[in-house]
């Protein structure tokens, strides 16, 4: 599976939508592979999140569940969160997870 593919389904679980326009998911891709603070944690959240999305017994929900709270991945899930809700890619606040938008 592509970084594209998982990256649309990951977005998809998060948003709890059923579809999102191609071209949003990849310049979404995009904006998150330039940002210095979400980069280097995106290739593990995609890999975590395609091995167990693989799985027969996948459960959204649980996933939802376990990786916002994530000590490692949850700011950047946040911010994904916040990405396609707003459109801007907040800032990392050490307290939240979030700040201002960039």
Do not use: N, Y
Not at 43 to 57: E, G, M, N, V
């Amino acid at each position: 599976m592509s970084v594209l593919t998982t990256f649309d389904h990951l977005s998809r679980v998060l948003t709890g939508e059923r579809w999102l326009p191609s071209r949003l998911v990849a310049s979404h891709l995009e904006r998150l592979g330039r940002d210095p603070d979400a980069a280097p944690l995106l290739d593990r959240l995609l890999t975590k999140f395609a091995a167990q999305a693989a799985a027969p017994d996948f459960d959204a929900d649980r996933f939802c569940r376990d990786i916002w709270s994530d000590p490692e991945l949850g700011s950047l899930v946040r911010r994904i969160v916040v990405l396609w809700i707003t459109g801007t890619l907040p800032e990392i606040d050490p307290s939240l997870g979030l700040s201002s938008g960039r």
